[in-house]
Protein backbone atom coordinates (compact mmCIF):
# COMPACT_ATOMS: atom_id res chain seq x y z
CA UNK A 1 0.00 0.00 0.00
CA UNK A 2 1.53 2.99 -0.83
CA UNK A 3 1.57 6.52 0.30
CA UNK A 4 2.20 6.56 4.03
CA UNK A 5 4.01 9.33 4.31
CA UNK A 6 0.83 11.83 3.56
CA UNK A 7 -0.89 9.26 5.60
CA UNK A 8 1.03 9.86 8.41
CA UNK A 9 0.62 13.48 7.91
CA UNK A 10 -2.75 13.08 7.65
CA UNK A 11 -3.42 11.32 11.10
CA UNK A 12 -1.23 13.76 12.96
CA UNK A 13 -3.46 16.80 11.74
CA UNK A 14 -6.48 14.75 12.87
CA UNK A 15 -5.33 13.25 15.95
CA UNK A 16 -2.29 14.88 16.67
CA UNK A 17 -0.57 11.32 17.21
CA UNK A 18 2.70 10.79 15.91
CA UNK A 19 3.25 7.78 13.91
CA UNK A 20 6.75 8.52 13.16
CA UNK A 21 7.57 7.58 17.27
CA UNK A 22 6.43 4.56 16.69
CA UNK A 23 8.24 1.43 14.58
CA UNK A 24 7.73 1.87 11.39
CA UNK A 25 7.28 -1.85 9.91
CA UNK A 26 5.37 -2.98 13.12
CA UNK A 27 3.06 0.37 12.75
CA UNK A 28 2.20 0.17 9.28
CA UNK A 29 1.40 -3.53 9.27
CA UNK A 30 -1.30 -3.28 11.93
CA UNK A 31 -3.22 -0.15 10.33
CA UNK A 32 -2.84 -2.02 6.72
CA UNK A 33 -4.79 -4.99 8.57
CA UNK A 34 -6.98 -2.45 10.36
CA UNK A 35 -7.84 -0.78 6.62
CA UNK A 36 -8.37 -4.31 5.15
CA UNK A 37 -10.88 -5.01 7.69
CA UNK A 38 -12.73 -1.99 6.57
CA UNK A 39 -13.01 -3.34 2.90
CA UNK A 40 -10.89 -0.25 1.83
CA UNK A 41 -7.75 -0.33 -0.49
CA UNK A 42 -5.71 3.20 0.15
CA UNK A 43 -4.42 4.93 3.12
CA UNK A 44 -6.14 8.17 1.52
CA UNK A 45 -9.52 6.63 1.17
CA UNK A 46 -9.59 5.26 5.05
CA UNK A 47 -8.62 8.79 5.82
CA UNK A 48 -11.79 10.10 4.13
CA UNK A 49 -13.52 7.21 5.67
CA UNK A 50 -12.20 8.10 9.40
CA UNK A 51 -13.07 11.76 8.90
CA UNK A 52 -16.78 11.72 8.31
CA UNK A 53 -17.25 8.21 10.56
CA UNK A 54 -16.79 9.18 14.32
CA UNK A 55 -17.42 5.23 15.00
CA UNK A 56 -14.42 4.55 12.57
CA UNK A 57 -12.45 7.12 14.26
CA UNK A 58 -12.64 5.70 16.99
CA UNK A 59 -11.79 2.27 16.22
CA UNK A 60 -8.69 3.32 14.56
CA UNK A 61 -7.53 4.99 18.24
CA UNK A 62 -8.62 2.03 19.95
CA UNK A 63 -6.58 0.28 16.98
CA UNK A 64 -3.13 2.26 17.75
CA UNK A 65 -3.15 1.86 20.91
CA UNK A 66 -2.13 -1.28 22.39
CA UNK A 67 -3.59 -2.19 25.38
CA UNK A 68 -1.97 -5.29 27.43
CA UNK A 69 -2.91 -4.89 31.15
CA UNK A 70 -3.77 -6.42 34.36
CA UNK A 71 -3.49 -6.03 38.07
CA UNK A 72 -0.28 -5.81 40.16
CA UNK A 73 1.32 -7.22 36.83
CA UNK A 74 4.79 -8.65 37.63
CA UNK A 75 3.90 -9.30 41.48
CA UNK A 76 7.19 -9.55 42.69
CA UNK A 77 7.72 -5.58 41.56
CA UNK A 78 5.05 -4.63 43.51
CA UNK A 79 6.59 -6.37 46.40
CA UNK A 80 9.59 -4.40 45.86
CA UNK A 81 7.14 -1.16 45.18
CA UNK A 82 5.26 -2.14 48.96
CA UNK A 83 8.38 -2.62 51.04
CA UNK A 84 11.00 -0.48 50.10
CA UNK A 85 10.13 1.98 47.21
CA UNK A 86 6.28 3.49 48.99
CA UNK A 87 7.95 3.36 53.08
CA UNK A 88 10.86 5.45 51.35
CA UNK A 89 8.54 7.80 49.86
CA UNK A 90 6.40 8.47 52.46
CA UNK A 91 9.38 8.73 55.06
CA UNK A 92 11.39 11.47 52.77
CA UNK A 93 8.49 13.37 51.11
CA UNK A 94 5.20 12.70 54.12
CA UNK A 95 1.78 11.41 53.17
CA UNK A 96 0.78 13.72 50.11
CA UNK A 97 2.39 12.19 47.43
CA UNK A 98 1.64 12.92 44.14
CA UNK A 99 1.66 10.20 41.75
CA UNK A 100 1.18 9.72 37.84
CA UNK A 101 0.12 6.64 36.54
CA UNK A 102 1.54 7.43 32.73
CA UNK A 103 -0.29 5.43 29.39
CA UNK A 104 -2.69 3.89 31.98
CA UNK A 105 -4.42 1.31 30.07
CA UNK A 106 -7.88 0.45 31.46
CA UNK A 107 -7.35 1.54 34.62
CA UNK A 108 -5.90 -1.52 36.17
CA UNK A 109 -2.66 0.02 37.28
CA UNK A 110 -3.43 3.09 39.24
CA UNK A 111 -6.43 0.93 40.97
CA UNK A 112 -3.71 -1.25 41.71
CA UNK A 113 -1.22 1.87 42.99
CA UNK A 114 -4.45 2.90 45.12
CA UNK A 115 -4.25 -0.54 46.84
CA UNK A 116 -1.03 -1.41 47.56
CA UNK A 117 -0.71 2.43 48.94
CA UNK A 118 -3.53 2.29 51.28
CA UNK A 119 -1.01 -0.24 53.39
CA UNK A 120 1.15 2.99 53.90
CA UNK A 121 -1.62 5.93 53.84
CA UNK A 122 -5.33 6.32 54.44
CA UNK A 123 -7.37 5.77 51.66
CA UNK A 124 -8.84 9.28 51.93
CA UNK A 125 -5.36 10.43 51.07
CA UNK A 126 -4.44 8.81 48.04
CA UNK A 127 -4.41 11.03 44.86
CA UNK A 128 -3.33 9.35 41.83
CA UNK A 129 -3.64 10.99 38.19
CA UNK A 130 -3.70 8.34 35.43
CA UNK A 131 -3.33 9.31 31.74
CA UNK A 132 -3.70 7.12 28.31
CA UNK A 133 -4.15 8.58 24.33
CA UNK A 134 -6.74 6.61 24.04
CA UNK A 135 -10.43 7.76 25.34
CA UNK A 136 -12.23 4.41 25.19
CA UNK A 137 -9.84 2.70 27.64
CA UNK A 138 -10.29 5.60 29.58
CA UNK A 139 -13.45 5.41 29.94
CA UNK A 140 -13.30 1.63 30.72
CA UNK A 141 -11.16 2.42 33.56
CA UNK A 142 -13.90 4.73 34.78
CA UNK A 143 -16.30 1.84 34.16
CA UNK A 144 -13.81 -0.51 36.54
CA UNK A 145 -15.30 -3.47 35.00
CA UNK A 146 -12.83 -6.54 34.92
CA UNK A 147 -12.37 -9.72 33.88
CA UNK A 148 -11.17 -12.67 36.26
CA UNK A 149 -7.85 -13.37 34.55
CA UNK A 150 -7.19 -9.43 34.95
CA UNK A 151 -7.49 -9.15 38.35
CA UNK A 152 -5.91 -12.70 39.22
CA UNK A 153 -2.87 -11.39 40.79
CA UNK A 154 -4.89 -9.21 43.17
CA UNK A 155 -3.78 -9.78 46.79
CA UNK A 156 -6.65 -11.98 48.20
CA UNK A 157 -7.65 -9.10 50.84
CA UNK A 158 -7.77 -6.75 48.35
CA UNK A 159 -9.85 -8.82 46.09
CA UNK A 160 -12.55 -9.89 49.04
CA UNK A 161 -12.85 -6.49 50.62
CA UNK A 162 -12.78 -3.69 46.99
CA UNK A 163 -14.24 -6.24 44.07
CA UNK A 164 -17.91 -7.29 43.35
CA UNK A 165 -18.89 -9.91 41.24
CA UNK A 166 -21.16 -8.79 38.29
CA UNK A 167 -22.05 -11.51 35.83
CA UNK A 168 -18.51 -13.34 34.70
CA UNK A 169 -16.91 -9.65 35.55
CA UNK A 170 -15.67 -7.78 38.64
CA UNK A 171 -16.22 -4.43 39.31
CA UNK A 172 -13.97 -2.37 41.42
CA UNK A 173 -15.11 -0.72 44.19
CA UNK A 174 -16.10 3.15 44.15
CA UNK A 175 -14.04 4.05 47.37
CA UNK A 176 -10.92 3.21 44.96
CA UNK A 177 -12.40 4.78 42.10
CA UNK A 178 -12.41 8.02 43.72
CA UNK A 179 -8.80 8.11 43.92
CA UNK A 180 -8.20 8.47 40.70
CA UNK A 181 -8.62 11.11 38.08
CA UNK A 182 -8.59 9.99 34.48
CA UNK A 183 -7.01 12.64 32.08
CA UNK A 184 -6.36 11.92 28.28
CA UNK A 185 -2.87 12.60 27.30
CA UNK A 186 -0.21 11.99 24.73
CA UNK A 187 3.50 11.41 25.81
CA UNK A 188 4.61 12.52 22.57
CA UNK A 189 3.48 15.90 22.69
CA UNK A 190 1.48 17.08 25.71
CA UNK A 191 2.78 19.37 28.68
CA UNK A 192 3.87 16.84 31.73
CA UNK A 193 3.06 17.62 35.26
CA UNK A 194 5.85 18.99 37.47
CA UNK A 195 6.64 18.03 41.23
CA UNK A 196 6.08 14.67 40.87
CA UNK A 197 7.00 11.97 43.71
CA UNK A 198 6.70 8.86 41.73
CA UNK A 199 6.33 7.69 37.75
CA UNK A 200 4.58 4.59 36.75
CA UNK A 201 4.75 3.83 33.15
CA UNK A 202 5.14 0.01 32.53
CA UNK A 203 5.32 -1.74 28.66
CA UNK A 204 4.33 0.83 26.77
CA UNK A 205 7.93 2.42 25.57
CA UNK A 206 8.97 -0.78 24.10
CA UNK A 207 6.30 -0.18 20.51
CA UNK A 208 8.24 3.40 20.81
CA UNK A 209 11.53 4.38 18.35
CA UNK A 210 14.93 4.40 20.19
CA UNK A 211 14.62 8.43 20.26
CA UNK A 212 11.27 8.83 20.92
CA UNK A 213 12.10 6.40 24.27
CA UNK A 214 15.09 8.97 25.29
CA UNK A 215 12.93 11.97 25.14
CA UNK A 216 9.88 10.45 27.04
CA UNK A 217 12.79 9.21 29.74
CA UNK A 218 14.01 12.79 30.21
CA UNK A 219 10.44 14.27 29.92
CA UNK A 220 9.71 11.94 33.21
CA UNK A 221 12.91 12.92 34.68
CA UNK A 222 12.18 16.85 34.46
CA UNK A 223 8.25 15.57 35.81
CA UNK A 224 10.03 14.19 39.12
CA UNK A 225 10.85 15.69 42.36
CA UNK A 226 14.76 15.28 42.77
CA UNK A 227 14.77 11.75 44.67
CA UNK A 228 11.78 10.92 43.37
CA UNK A 229 11.40 7.44 41.38
CA UNK A 230 10.37 6.34 37.88
CA UNK A 231 9.40 2.23 37.88
CA UNK A 232 9.30 1.25 34.45
CA UNK A 233 7.75 -2.58 32.70
CA UNK A 234 9.93 -5.48 33.54
CA UNK A 235 10.04 -5.62 29.09
CA UNK A 236 12.01 -2.51 29.15
CA UNK A 237 15.89 -1.09 30.19
CA UNK A 238 17.12 2.28 30.28
CA UNK A 239 20.81 1.67 29.33
CA UNK A 240 21.88 5.48 29.09
CA UNK A 241 20.40 5.86 32.89
CA UNK A 242 23.05 7.61 34.27
CA UNK A 243 23.22 10.25 31.32
CA UNK A 244 19.64 10.67 31.70
CA UNK A 245 20.54 11.85 35.56
CA UNK A 246 18.35 8.73 37.32
CA UNK A 247 20.53 6.50 39.44
CA UNK A 248 19.06 2.15 39.85
CA UNK A 249 17.71 1.54 42.46
CA UNK A 250 16.22 -1.83 42.05
CA UNK A 251 16.09 -3.54 38.28
CA UNK A 252 12.71 -1.37 37.61
CA UNK A 253 12.93 1.75 39.43
CA UNK A 254 15.05 4.47 38.93
CA UNK A 255 16.01 7.48 41.17
CA UNK A 256 16.29 10.82 39.91
CA UNK A 257 19.86 11.91 41.32
Request: proline share 3%; aromatic share 12%.
Amino acid sequence: MVGYEDFKKDIFTLTKIDLNAYKEKQMKRRIETLISKNNITSYKDYVALIKKDAEKFEQFVNFLTINVSEFYRNPEQWGILDKEVFPALVQRFGKSLKIWSAACSTGDEPYSLVMALSKHIPLNQIKITATDIDKQVLDKARMGLYNEKSIAAVPPEFKKKYFTKVGNSYKIADEIKRQVEFKEHNLLKDPYPTGCHLIVCRNVLIYFTEDAKEEIYKKFNAALTKDGILFIGSTEQIMNYRELNYQRKQSFFFQKV
